[in-house]
């Protein structure tokens, strides 16, 4: 069945550097993949979303291309902030599906 | 706008007891799904609503749980004899249409402990 890979956690960096967390997956058909974040205290929120190959989706500087020939969606971000703090999860839903897979999630801690 | 609404925020139960689960999806919305989420882990489908039709309950994990939307707003998830594996957050989402690419909107969980 469909799954989500995300590079295990916890992550911890400093203030102002670069983030990369990996996620991979595995799908038989053509999905659309997600970003969602969990703020300490707050509920899932989606980051950001693309719906096909080679697209990009992109919110409050984070990124993540869509990449069908290595089933990728890494997000990225270029200077993080002590705000960005919190556990991101990447998700996928098949073509002609509504639910949404999710991988474990990933815990960011950014220290000033 | 108000986002999703779900009551309680928190349930304790002691093992055997049956709960019910509410969840107030955004006004408009047509579907409406169910995911259960344990400590360290994402959160997994449980059951999704297209309307007042359940249009995929196939994360159900057994005849224990059930839920309904009678009037496709509202619903209401379901747990007969509940069992100490059932401690979980028990979110829930709503999105416009049911399409897989529609954004889905969630709340802020039901916390349910099973003693």
């Known amino acids: 069945g469909d799954s989500v890979t995300q590079m295990e956690g916890p992550v911890t960096l400093s203030e102002e550097a670069f983030l990369t967390i990996n996620c991979t997956y595995t799908a038989t058909g053509y999905p659309s993949l997600f970003w969602y974040v969990q703020y300490p205290g707050e509920g899932l929120q989606l980051l950001l979303k693309?719906?096909?190959?080679?697209d990009k989706g992109s919110n409050k500087g984070f990124e993540a291309t869509y990449r069908k020939e290595t089933t990728s969606f890494h997000l990225e971000k270029g200077s993080v902030q002590v705000s960005d703090s919190a556990v991101y999860f990447c998700?996928?839903?098949?073509?002609?599906?509504?639910?949404?897979?999710f991988g474990q999630g990933t815990r960011l801690t950014i220290n000033p | 706008g108000a986002g999703v609404s779900q009551t309680p925020s928190n349930k304790v139960t002691e093992k055997g007891k049956y709960v019910e689960l509410r969840c107030d999806p955004i006004?408009?919305?047509?579907?409406l799904y169910w995911y259960r989420q344990s400590l360290g882990q994402g959160p997994e489908f449980l059951i999704y609503?297209?309307?007042?039709?359940?249009?995929?309950d196939s994360g159900l994990p057994n005849d224990r749980f059930f839920a309904v939307r009678p009037e496709g707003s509202v619903s209401t998830l379901k747990i007969q004899r509940t069992e100490r594996g059932d401690s979980a957050v028990y979110l829930c989402?709503?999105?416009?249409?049911?399409?897989?690419?529609?954004?889905?909107?969630f709340g802020p969980g039901t916390r349910l402990t099973v003693l």
């Open positions: 693309a719906t096909k190959a080679d």
């Open positions: 609503f297209q309307g007042t039709g359940a249009a995929d």
């Open positions: 006004s408009g919305h047509t579907a």
């Open positions: 998700a996928l839903s098949e073509w002609g599906a509504q639910k949404l897979v």
């Open positions: 989402a709503s999105s416009l249409g049911g399409a897989g690419s529609d954004t889905q909107y």
